[in-house]
């Protein structure tokens, strides 16, 4: 329960004061979202990256895990470049088990790390008209696996993150 007031505290300041974030300039390929997949016995998305094993990389239209038919231990990073349309502030609803880190702009926005049972957080942040580079972390460790990532906009959008609006940014 603690735990979970913490989490509530955290969000209602961000949405008190949220991150404001200018536009960036970046260089994009087609639509669509990169990723890269890690597989090993791993607690927190840092050690998926510094121990975890590359077993692919590839672009995929949409933040998401449900093809993967591994039981445990696996884990991707995605990336991708939104292109902003109108300026206002975007929240992101994140819901995963197990561990999950988001950043835009290299701003953590969202940290539900290590192992543990399904959660489900949000993110608020104040998003200027123009690119914006993602990155989503997410590990799974054992016992079920789940990660849904969701953008409510300034326009009224509520849902996945829209493929139209992903670019796989250029290395």
Known sequence: AAEYKEYID?????????????AQEI?????GIAYTRYEGDFVSTERMVKEGRITDRGVMDSIAIESDETVDHFGYVFETVL????????????????GAVMLIDGKEIFNRDGSHSTLRGWAAVNMEKGLHKVTVRYFDDSEGQTLDV????????????PAEICFVPEQ
Do not use: C, H, R, W
């Open 83 to 98: 292109k902003i349309e109108d300026t206002g502030l975007y929240m992101f609803q994140i819901t995963t088990d197990d």
């Open 10 to 22: 955290n969000f209602m300041d961000s949405l008190e004061n949220p991150l404001a974030l200018s």
């Open 150 to 161: 969701y953008m409510v906009s300034p326009d009224g959008y509520d849902g996945p993150v």
């Open 27 to 31: 260089n994009v390929g087609g639509n």
